[in-house]
Structures are given as structure tokens and as C-alpha cells.
């Protein structure tokens, strides 16, 4: 199985993601075609970074304040240059950055550097860099952020930046500090990597190195090398994955079904892998629940602690460093059509010796096309896996 892996130890940014995918390996004239679309003749070059030879990518175009709806336009008009399923993930990738925006910023946020021309040709072209380099996964190492404070369009901000950590939440990456003052990470490098590592399998067992590329920033420092790392990397096992969890226990009857359904929600956001309510009979034959609780080893205290608070119990059972094994999963894109309307739709699909043995479309994306066609979300939800079923190729 051919898997991406980043290695932003000096953080990222679009142009920096760009240039470490064409160094790996990724075909520059479509990447420079589809950057062409927005922006005038992108410069690809060769650089060096404290002695590490990388590419570097520029496209020296002028700062523009555009709203969402204008990014789409623009994305629109490249779309005869840009592979379909690379300007779909561009899309998702825009409507992320515009979520973290509306966050800090409230609704009908303006996008400010993220919405200049160069940006929406860094994420086209890293998008169809990714999809030119024809791997079937991603996985993201700690990506560093930096620290201190900077100025942009809205003046002076904590590094990292509040788009930036809005991005990042809830996209399950690993962060570090990094070990240098500025913003290390860009909203949209933070947005690219996200989106990619929606894509991830679980994280590779052995693996041996094809190929591998170095994207540079613009800043030169003396001591560290600003660059991001990227390597096409080929996995050698084909059974399931495996790796060790920590389970949390504790048994409740006196709490409401409202609040047992708000404490799972709960859980989850706080980075729990799974969590459940069980019913049980409990002594003296009272009805109750059994709640369970999957997550981290280096998480356990913390979530016990967030089960005690919600539920109110006295009471926690860990099984600590229980052994699992884990499924590699993709996110395939499938092109359907329903009442005339046409979309590529993610379905989550399961891989055991290198075929898919289960899929299931992603409920959110089926749920609002749902919506808008006003019909159920199963009929949709059966019409998206059928279109997998016969679509997506079962086999590597």
C-alpha cells in the first residue's frame, strides 16, 4: 500500500506542501497548469535550506479580501485545469478555513491572506499534486506550530494563529511548539494537512522509502532548516494494524437518558476513539447503564475525570493498555447522481489484505444533500453505497 507521509517538523504552509509533493515526485506541469488557472506563470525552484536541497514555490500574486462565496467563483472558473477530484478536496478544504474563520471571526467572515489569489493557487496545486501522486493515504507526523506573536490583516495575533487552531481542532493532528519564534504554521498549511489526513489509513506499520521531496518557506533562518518533509512510503504488511487503548468503565442508574446521550457527545469531542451506553440489571434488580469509554492511555486520567463530572459517579474502572486490532480505512470520493443533481461523495471503506471488505457513506455529507433534495437520508445513504460498490475499485 502506497501511503503519504508529512514530516512538518518546521511546521507548514501552501507553498511549502506544493514544493515537498512536486520534489516527491508529483507531475509539476499539471501542478503548474492548475496553479496557472489563478495566478500568472508560478516559479518552481530549487533552493537551499540550511544545506537541505528543496523546491520552492512562488506565485507573487497580490492580496485580495474575498468572502467564501468569491473563493468558490474562483475555484469554479479553474475547474477546466484541475483534476475533478482534486478541485473536490480543494473545495472542502476552502469551506474548512471559512468554518475557523466564522469561529474567530463570527459569520460572513472575509478571508484575508488565506483568500488571496496565491493561496487559492497553493491549495489547488497541492491538491493536485496529492492527487497526481496517486497514493492511498495520508498520515501526518507532529506538525511543529511555533510560538510568540504576529501581524496580519487584523493586526496583532497569538501564535498560533486562532484560524489556525480552530482548523486544527478536531482534525485529530498531533501538534508541537516547534523550536522557534513565528507562526510556523499557516492557516491554509494547517487546512491542506487536515484535509489530507481525512484520507489517512491507520498510522503504518513497517514501511519501505520511495521517494522523497522537501518543500521550502520563504524565511531563510541561519540554524534550522525551513522546510517540510514529504515521502512516498510503500507499507509491508497486508493484516490488520493493531495498537493499545485504555477502557473506562462505570455503572449508572440514576441518571437520565438526555444526559447519558449529552456525556457520550461529550466524550467523543474530548478525543475519546469510542463511547457507549449500555443497558444492564444492577443489584436489587434496578434497570441501568453501563458506560463505556475507549480512549488513549495518555488520555485516561483526563476523560475519567470528564465521565465524573457528567455522569456524577464515584466510580471508574480502567482497564488499562488493552490490545486491538484496527481495520486500515480510506476515504474514497464516488461520483453520484440523484434527481439530476451530480457530486463526488466520500465513502469510508475498510481494507483486510489489501481488499475492501466494508464501506459506509459518510453520514454528514449524505445528510445535508438530504436535505436539500428533501428526501430521506437513507434512500440517499443506499444510493451513495451502491454507487461505491460499483465504483470504487475493490482491490489493490
Not at 523546491?55 to 479580501?65: E, F, S
Not at 520563504?218 to 515521502?231: E, G
Not at 478525543?271 to 485516561?300: N, T
Request: charged share 20%; net charge negative; hydrophobic share 45%.
Amino acid at each position: 500500500m502506497r501511503i503519504l507521509v508529512f514530516d512538518p517538523f518546521h511546521g507548514a504552509a501552501g507553498d511549502m506542501i506544493v514544493g515537498a509533493l512536486i520534489d516527491c515526485g508529483a507531475d509539476a506541469e499539471m501542478v503548474r497548469t492548475a496553479m496557472r488557472s489563478v495566478v500568472a506563470e508560478p516559479t518552481i525552484s530549487r533552493v537551499s535550506r540550511c544545506g537541505i536541497a528543496a523546491i520552492k514555490v512562488g506565485t507573487h500574486a497580490p492580496t485580495v479580501h474575498r468572502t467564501i462565496h468569491d473563493v468558490m467563483q474562483r475555484l469554479d472558473a479553474a475547474a477546466p485545469h484541475v483534476p475533478a477530484g482534486a478541485l473536490a478536496m480543494a473545495r472542502r478544504i476552502f469551506l474548512r478555513i471559512n468554518a475557523a474563520e466564522e469561529q474567530v471571526h463570527g459569520t460572513h467572515a472575509h478571508f484575508h491572506e488565506v483568500g488571496a489569489d496565491d493561496a487559492i493557487a497553493d491549495v489547488i496545486g497541492a491538491c493536485t499534486a496529492l492527487f497526481t501522486l496517486n497514493v492511498e493515504g495520508v498520515w501526518v507526523l507532529p506538525l511543529a506550530l511555533g510560538r510568540g506573536t504576529a501581524i496580519g490583516s487584523h493586526g496583532t495575533f497569538p501564535i498560533p494563529a486562532p484560524a489556525t487552531v480552530a482548523i486544527l481542532k478536531g482534525s485529530g493532528l498531533a501538534t508541537t511548539p516547534g523550536d522557534e519564534e513565528g507562526e510556523l504554521c499557516t492557516p491554509t498549511g494547517a487546512a491542506l494537512l487536515a484535509e489530507f489526513s481525512s484520507t489517512s489509513p491507520a498510522v503504518p506499520g513497517p514501511f519501505t522509502i520511495l521517494s522523497v521531496g522537501y518543500g521550502a518557506g520563504t524565511r531563510v533562518p541561519p540554524h534550522i532548516p525551513n522546510v517540510l518533509r514529504a515521502m512516498v512510503v510503500e507499507t509491508t504488511t497486508n493484516s490488520l494494524a493493531q495498537d493499545t487503548v485504555d477502557m473506562l468503565e462505570t455503572n449508572v442508574d440514576d441518571v437520565s437518558g438526555e444526559v447519558i446521550a449529552h456525556a457520550l457527545t461529550q466524550f467523543m469531542e474530548a478525543g475519546a476513539r469510542d463511547a457507549s451506553a449500555i443497558p444492564v440489571i444492577m443489584k436489587k434488580g434496578r434497570p441501568g447503564f453501563l458506560i463505556r469509554v475507549i480512549c488513549e492511555e495518555e488520555a485516561s486520567v483526563r476523560m475519567a475525570e470528564l465521565m465524573a463530572r457528567e455522569l456524577g459517579t464515584l466510580g471508574i474502572r480502567c482497564a488499562p493498555t488493552v490490545h486491538r486490532f484496527i481495520a486500515e480505512r480510506t476515504i474514497e470520493e464516488v461520483g453520484v447522481e440523484i434527481a439530476g443533481q451530480k457530486r463526488m461523495m466520500p465513502v469510508k471503506c475498510g481494507w483486510m489484505k489489501n481488499e475492501i471488505y466494508t464501506l459506509k457513506a459518510e453520514f454528514g455529507n449524505a445528510r445535508d444533500w438530504a436535505a436539500e433534495l428533501g428526501i430521506p437520508v437513507r434512500d440517499v445513504l443506499r444510493i451513495i453505497e451502491d454507487a461505491a460498490r460499483t465504483g470504487i475499485r475493490k482491490t489493490r
